[in-house]
Structures are given as C-alpha cells and as structure tokens.
C-alpha cells in the first residue's frame, strides 16, 4: 500500500454568519475549509462499527460516479448523508469533520471548498410568508457556489426531523399551510442540487422516527449513530487522560510508555491473564463501565468534572484523578433524569 500525503493550509477564518432579520436567528453560517476549527476533529470522534471509512468511502464513490458522467436516470444517488440517534453521540460534529477531511483530500480536484450550515428550525419564520423566501436565498447562495466548477460545498442541515414536524402540524391544521409550503420548497431545492456535481448534503436529526419519509427516500447512506460502547467510551477517555498527560495537568502512570496508554483491544488480548493488564488500565476499564449510558459528549466533560472534584487541583497524582474519575461518572450517570 502507497501511502498518499496531502499538503493543506488551514484557514483561520471563523464561520461567516448570515443574520437573519426581525430578530430571527441566523438562517446559516459558512466556513471555509479547510477550517482551523475543525482540525483534529475528525480524529477526536471515536467509533465502532467502521462508520467513518464507510462515509469517507460512500463520498468518494458519489464524487467519482459523477465525475465519471455514470447516468443518473440508470443508476441512482443523490448525495445525501442523514445521520440519526440520540443526542450528544457527535453526529453534528462527524458532519463537519468529514467536510473538513474530503476538503483535504479532494484539493487537488476542488481547490476551494465551503461548508454551509442550516438549522432547519431557522428556516421556519414567525411570520410563515417570509420562510419561503428564508430557503430561497439560502438556495440561492448555494446555487452561486456550486456554479464554480472548482468549488466543492457541503450543505449540513441539523435537526432535519423539524421538517417531518412542520409537515404534520400543517396537514394537520394546526399551523399554516405556509409550512408545508417550506418544507416542500426545501425538498424541491434539494432535488435541484442533484444535477450539481460539486455538493454534497449531510443532514443530522435527533428522533430518528420523526424523520420526514420523503426525506428519508432521497439519503444515499441512513446511519444510526448510537450511545458509545464500553470499547469506544474507553477509547475515549484514554484520548482525555492522555491528552491531560502531555499538557501536564496529571504525571505519567508508573509502568506507562511515555504518553501513550494501551489500547482496549490490547486489553482484550490479556483478558485471560488480569495480572498482565497495568492497573491504570483496569481503573480506566472501571470508569468507562461506571459511564454507560452518557453520551460521547459527556464523556468528554468527565475529565474535566473529575479534576475539578478534587480536593487539591494542583495535585499531579494520576491515582487521585483516575479514582475521581470513577466517582465523577458514577455522579453523572445518577443524576441524568429519567
């Protein structure tokens, strides 16, 4: 295998917000990719089921299939990404990083790369008429940017079952029919962008069976994005401690090869030998049992609580920490409501 090294620069440009008017909020926000914000990101999202190669690999199939000309009436794809489950398990987060991570990969064909982001409750106006002309410009803005064939643009639409709600309480009388209206223009611009070559849209919802069924038809990939296993929450509190370690905040363990902790499945590999596994590495099993059921976000959060639970903070002692750790996620997952 060859490998292949991209060379980027990284813009350090924040997102370009668009306001809204009357007060609402902001109907999307723009980045430039490559963007300084997202750096590392992609390899800060931990999870199991190969999800992330399979996105990389769907990206480049769809990019191919139309570079290539394949005739869209014979064989279909829209280039759509819907990304579902609970909160807090990074599906947002994964959207842009893999905007960020094809933006590099894709720079020698698509040299400028824009990532646009909609909330789709921005989209619905308190005053109905003036939502339609909200995904008008919107459309309009991204229409302007794929026209560029050098361009590659991301279009991610969070909490997309927002639509599904719009488009129920509309037939349902018990909001103006404009929504539905809205929602049936956003589709019909979405289908439009399928004879762009240079988009492609990632869309994210929270309540997977509120998910709009003509918007489900139209996703290429539908990935259920779940809470974290035991195996990825520790892979991700090893990335905490571990980056706690090199920043100083706690020492090393005792017996540790410099900064770098064991893997879970090197654990998994001296299952039947416990006296082979390092005690750091037992305590960090035992944390990582202690937070099933919080959300990768949380477990993010946790190392932090865990040092801010401590008696002394100026305390380096890895033992101190780990042990704070345990009973900092035993805390959080008892206080989670019901």
Known sequence: ????????????????????????????????????????????????????????????????????????????????????????????????????????????????????????????????????????KLFQKIQEMVEEDNNLVFVLIDEVESLAAARKAALSGSEPSDSIRVVNALLTQMDKLKSAPNVIILTTSNITTAIDVA???????KAYVGPPTLHVRYEILRSCVEELICKGIISSFQGCDGLSIPSFSSMKEKVHDTDAVPWFCKQLIEAAQACEGLSGRSLRKLPFLA????????????????????????????????
Request: net charge negative.
């Open 1 to 136: 295998v060859k490998p292949v090294v991209h060379a980027f620069q990284l813009t350090e440009e924040g997102p370009c917000e668009e306001l809204g008017s009357d007060g609402q909020p902001a109907s999307f926000n723009e980045w430039i990719l490559p963007a300084k914000e997202f750096d590392g990101l992609w390899e800060s999202l931990i999870y199991e089921s190969g999800l992330k190669q399979r996105l990389i690999r769907y990206a480049a199939s769809a990019l191919l299939f139309t570079q290539k000309g394949v005739n869209p009436n014979l064989v279909s794809w829209n280039r759509i990404i819907l990304l579902h489950g609970p909160p807090g398990t990074g599906k947002t987060s994964l959207c842009k990083a893999l905007a960020q991570k094809l933006s590099i990969r894709c720079n020698s064909r698509y040299p400028h790369c824009q990532l646009i982001e909609v909330n789709a409750h921005s989209l619905f106006s308190k005053w109905f008429s003036e939502s339609g002309k909200l995904v008008a």
């Open 215 to 221: 918007f489900v038809d139209r996703a290429d990939i």
């Open 307 to 338: 040092h801010a639970a401590l008696a002394d903070p100026n305390s380096h002692d890895p033992i101190n920490f780990l042990c704070a750790m345990i009973e900092t996620a035993k805390r959080e997952k008892s206080e989670q409501p019901e």
